[in-house]
């Protein structure tokens, strides 16, 4: 029916614009698709899919703040992608009930660790500098690439606001401007829905009539989010999506327990 159609073009606009400042898409396309009648798991499936659109969205708005920073975006990518294949694997073989009443935890401590970053001193040397630094540091290499996988693993096993956890993470483990460090997000997530994607063309179902709507309204969305980040009060938008995801580990804790 029509209505289905716009209704997903609009809820998949909203939610590319979420997950492209803020990884929060899953607040608005999940239910959407259950609206429309998908089946929970069905639903969940499709929703990752659609998601790639956003990924591509971003992807070509965020050009101008991935510039000079892909040698170091690329191993982070390879680092998720290991998690993520490990997390759909266990997805695929195990229930998510018993790891549902641990997720709102990890989510609640995404937005603290926001909050956190937030507070960072900046360090006056440029982006290669930093790069080089980080580099430096055995430890934090060694601690940061383990803290991408688990994500990557989680992303992969369960999803929720796995955006936020990214941006949280980097955010933590780098010393990247905001802008950058959330258009690193946006690749990552797209590599990891893109990598799930192709799992879940062999071994799940993927409601395809439902992907093209949504995913024509999650490209707009995720190309006009990076360009919102570039002009909005950096701190602001911080706040805003910790206590965002406040309020989804509240929704979920409820949930679970």
């Given at each position: 029916?029509?209505?289905?159609i716009?209704f997903?073009?609009?809820?998949?606009?909203l939610?590319?614009?979420m997950?492209?400042v803020a990884?929060?898409?899953?607040l608005v396309?999940y239910?959407?698709l259950?609206?429309?009648g998908?089946p929970?798991?069905i639903?969940n499936?499709?929703?990752?899919?659609?998601?790639?659109?956003?990924g591509?969205?971003?992807?070509?708005?965020?050009?101008?703040?991935l510039?000079?920073h892909?040698?170091?975006?690329s191993f982070?990518?390879v680092?998720?992608?290991?998690?993520?294949?490990?997390?759909?694997y266990?997805?695929?073989?195990?229930?998510?009930a018993s790891f549902?009443?641990?997720?709102?935890f990890?989510?609640f401590?995404?937005g603290?660790l926001?909050?956190l970053?937030?507070?960072?001193k900046?360090?006056?040397?440029?982006?290669?500098?930093?790069?080089e630094?980080?580099l430096q540091?055995?430890?934090?290499?060694?601690?940061?690439s383990i803290?991408?996988?688990?994500?990557g693993?989680y992303?992969?096993?369960f999803?929720?606001?796995g955006g936020?956890?990214?941006?949280?993470i980097?955010?933590?483990i780098?010393d990247?401007?905001?802008h950058?460090?959330?258009?690193?997000?946006?690749?990552?997530t797209f590599a990891?829905?893109?990598?799930?994607?192709?799992?879940?063309i062999?071994k799940?179902?993927?409601a395809w009539?439902?992907v093209?709507?949504?995913?024509?309204?999650?490209l707009?969305?995720?190309?006009?989010?990076?360009?919102?980040?570039r002009?909005?009060?950096i701190?602001?938008?911080r706040?805003?999506?910790a206590?965002a995801?406040?309020g989804l580990a509240?929704y979920?804790?409820?949930?679970?327990?």
């Amino acid at each position: 029916m029509l209505w289905i159609i716009i209704f997903l073009v609009v809820a998949g606009f909203l939610a590319g614009l979420m997950q492209s400042v803020a990884g929060l898409a899953s607040l608005v396309s999940y239910p959407a698709l259950l609206i429309v009648g998908v089946p929970p798991v069905i639903a969940n499936v499709t929703n990752t899919t659609a998601l790639i659109f956003s990924g591509i969205g971003s992807l070509i708005s965020s050009s101008k703040e991935l510039k000079g920073h892909w040698k170091r975006l690329s191993f982070f990518i390879v680092l998720s992608l290991i998690g993520s294949l490990g997390g759909s694997y266990l997805l695929l073989h195990l229930p998510s009930a018993s790891f549902e009443k641990v997720v709102p935890f990890f989510i609640f401590g995404a937005g603290i660790l926001l909050l956190l970053s937030s507070r960072k001193k900046r360090l006056v040397s440029g982006s290669e500098l930093r790069q080089e630094k980080d580099l430096q540091s055995p430890l934090k290499l060694v601690v940061s690439s383990i803290c991408i996988i688990l994500v990557g693993g989680y992303t992969g096993y369960f999803g929720a606001a796995g955006g936020v956890l990214f941006l949280a993470i980097l955010s933590a483990i780098t010393d990247e401007e905001f802008h950058i460090v959330n258009a690193m997000k946006n690749v990552i997530t797209f590599a990891g829905n893109l990598t799930a994607t192709c799992i879940f063309i062999f071994k799940s179902h993927i409601a395809w009539h439902y992907v093209i709507p949504m995913g024509v309204g999650l490209l707009a969305g995720g190309y006009v989010g990076p360009v919102i980040v570039r002009h909005v009060n950096i701190h602001l938008l911080r706040i805003l999506i910790a206590f965002a995801a406040f309020g989804l580990a509240l929704y979920l804790l409820v949930e679970a327990y």
